[in-house]
């Protein structure tokens, strides 16, 4: 099976939009942080080691996030601890990871759908859904129609990208 990746434009959102997928994407950063944490402090690179440690504290602090988005910050930030200890059983140079930036948005499958046919994209949140006008080459019609996996929502200036998996 092969894996692809679309780069996807949304259209220009309005303000409310805008403001929510920002909202979405620091509290994101948050939630990766606080779980980056948690598994440096417990020196584990179990899923449900971190998720038992801290699942209910980062609903708490980031509660502008659907749960398995949560579960997709946890899944990252275990990504970036892993490949820091890798480096280090490498006999490679690595300092402990630090989420300086903001970084994108990842959202799991359930939580994102596409509909091609009206060129719109509808984002899962706590508080109902988000539709995001989408810009969908012809070339692409047919592979945003299939399932896609985990995918990414990437801020560039002032444009958002859907990097659909």
């Not at 988000?130 to 002032?158: C, D, F, K, N």
Request: charged fraction near 25%.
């Amino acid at each position: 099976m092969q894996v692809v990746v679309l780069k996807l434009k949304l259209r220009v959102v309005n303000r409310a939009k805008e403001a929510k997928l920002r909202v979405m994407q620091e509290a994101f950063t948050r939630c990766v942080r606080l779980h980056l944490e948690q598994a440096v402090n417990l020196k584990t690179t179990s899923a449900s080691k971190l998720h038992h440690a801290c699942y209910r504290a980062a609903r708490e602090a980031c509660p502008e996030l659907p749960a398995s988005t949560v579960q997709q910050a946890r899944d990252k930030a275990l990504a970036m601890y892993r490949g820091h200890l890798s480096r280090l059983r490498a006999k490679r140079r690595s300092s402990l990871p630090v989420v300086k930036d903001v970084l994108p948005l990842r959202l799991a499958a359930e939580n994102l759908r596409v509909f091609p046919d009206r060129k719109v994209l509808r984002v899962t949140t706590p508080n109902g859904f988000l539709w995001l006008p989408l810009v969908i080459p012809p070339r692409y019609q047919e592979h945003t129609a299939l399932h896609h996996g985990v995918s990414e929502m990437v801020r560039r200036g002032q444009d958002w990208y859907l990097y659909l998996t």
